[in-house]
């Protein structure tokens, strides 16, 4: 789950399309996807049982002008719609965002708060904006990989 779509990945019509975004790679590194995928790949996800959504889909840009109407607006439709569809695991993918929907700032890993019956799970965000983190989010996502591989 991430924020918005960012000016790039809205114009593309994929997901972390931005050059620099780390996403994909790190899906890769971690054995959540058995090879690299390109953003315009993002429609074969769902294969790997991975779904993708936005906390503010309608709103692109940069997450920090999204406005409190925006973000209230979101995690109610967001909330609602996980509950429904109830994944396993919901990750976050940014450490903000997580403190966005359950109000604090958590360490990344496995979390107590539960969105009905889904496990969460905090990422550091794969943001090209925040460099040099890539041990620390390969770190977290084979973590992810490890979890997802054993709740089956």
């Known amino acids: 789950m ?8 809205a114009a593309r019509g994929h997901y972390y399309a931005k050059p620099g975004n780390q996403f994909y790679p790190l899906l890769h590194a971690s054995g959540l996807t058995p090879r690299l995928l390109a953003p315009e ?13 936005d906390l503010c889909p309608w709103r692109a840009g940069q997450s920090d002008l999204l ?3 925006d973000v209230a607006q979101g995690r109610a439709l967001l909330l609602s719609r996980l509950r429904r569809l109830g994944p396993r695991i919901i990750a976050f993918n940014g450490l903000t965002l997580f ?3 359950f109000g604090r700032m958590p360490q990344p890993g496995l979390q107590p708060e539960r969105i009905g019956a889904s496990l969460t799970y905090a990422l550091p965000s794969t943001s090209g904006l925040v460099n040099g983190r890539w041990k620390e989010r390969e770190a977290a996502f084979k973590a992810l990989s490890h979890l997802v591989k054993h709740q089956k």
């Open 2 to 9: 991430g924020f918005n779509p960012g000016a790039v990945s």
């Open 41 to 53: 790949e993002d429609g074969t996800l769902p294969r790997f049982g991975i779904g993708l959504v």
């Open 67 to 69: 406005t409190r109407r």
């Open 99 to 101: 403190r966005y929907v």
